[in-house]
Structure formats: C-alpha cells, structure tokens
C-alpha cells in the first residue's frame, strides 16, 4: 500500500488519505551479499526498492530504500520466498501506519522516511538482524513499484 494518493475535503469537513496498491512479495527481488558459510547463523540478502507516492494534484515522490535480511539467525532460516512473504507485509502495514495519518499537508519525502523508519522498525521484529536502508547494495538491481498518475 504505498502508492499514496491524497484527496481533498470529505463531507465532513475532514482531510482523509486514500492508499491503493499494495507492494508484493515479488518487488523484493533478494540477491545474496554475503554467504552462509557452516551451520551458524549468517548470511545476508538485500533487495532494492523504489516506491512511487503520487498525490492526486500530481505531486509525486520516489521513495527509495534497500532491505537487508540475514540468511539464518538465531530464530532460523529465511528462505527467499519467507523473507519476501515478511517484507511484503510489513511494508504494507507500515504504509498503513504511516499513510493513514497524512493530510495534504505532509511532505512526501518526510512520509517516505517516515515510511522507511516504521516499516524497518516493523521487519526487524520480525527478522531480528534485519534493516530498511536509505540506500541500496551496489549488488541488487531496483524494483520500481507505483505507476505516475496523471
């Protein structure tokens, strides 16, 4: 959910945000940074996201961040499709956290980092050792998610 789209007044007098789109467990395309070696915990994958927020004015913001998962920690292994199935969801939710309490207002790049600091906060409770990340690793290729609306 975070291609942003904000409307104006609602009958009530009220400013509301509309969030469409969800991002998917395939726009975080993992490559491995680093290997697992042994049967310790280790290992790194990254992927690299850009993000479209549009307002309905045509207003729009690429909101770009990387995402770092460990291969195995502590709690375990983190297949490819398990660590794309988690980011996924805690994207969205943390789009919905953060997109939910917007106005016309609110800056988009100041929303894309907040975004960037609920929706890392969000995975790393999920995959302890895991980072939302301002830029990319030099080995992932970006996965643009959001058409521009005209």
Same mark, same amino acid.
Request: aromatic residues 8%.
């Given at each position: 959910?975070?291609?942003?789209?904000?409307?104006?007044?609602?009958?009530?007098?009220? !400013?509301?945000?509309?969030?469409?789109?969800?991002? /998917?467990?395939?726009?975080?395309?993992?490559? !491995?940074?680093?290997?697992? !070696?042994?049967? /310790?915990? *280790?290992?790194? @994958? +990254?992927? #690299?996201?850009?993000?479209?927020?549009?307002?309905? !004015?045509?207003?729009?913001?690429? #909101? $770009?961040?990387?995402?770092? %998962?460990? =291969?195995?920690?502590?709690?375990?292994?983190?297949?490819?499709?398990?660590?794309? $199935? =988690?980011?996924?969801?805690?994207?969205? /939710?943390? +789009? $919905?956290? %953060?997109?939910?309490?917007?106005?016309?207002?609110?800056?988009? *790049?100041?929303? #894309?980092?907040?975004?960037?600091?609920?929706?890392?906060?969000l995975?790393?409770?999920?995959?302890r050792?895991? @980072?939302?990340?301002t830029? #990319?690793?030099?080995?992932?290729?970006? %996965?643009?998610?959001?058409?521009?609306?005209?």
């Open positions: 959910m975070l291609l942003a789209i904000f409307s104006g007044c609602v009958p009530s007098g009220r !400013t509301r945000t509309i969030v469409t789109g969800a991002i /998917e467990p395939r726009h975080f395309q993992f490559v !491995t940074v680093v290997k697992q !070696t042994g049967d /310790e915990p *280790g290992g790194w @994958r +990254a992927a #690299c996201v850009h993000v479209n927020i549009q307002r309905v !004015t045509g207003e729009s913001f690429l #909101c $770009r961040f990387g995402v770092d %998962v460990p =291969i195995e920690n502590d709690d375990g292994h983190f297949s490819v499709p398990l660590a794309q $199935r =988690i980011a996924a969801e805690r994207a969205n /939710e943390a +789009a $919905r956290l %953060v997109f939910s309490s917007a106005t016309p207002a609110s800056g988009l *790049g100041l929303l #894309c980092e907040a975004f960037k600091t609920e929706f890392g906060t995975l790393g409770a999920s995959i050792g895991s @980072r939302v990340k830029a #990319c690793h030099e080995k992932t290729i970006p %996965v643009q998610f959001g058409e521009f609306v005209p």
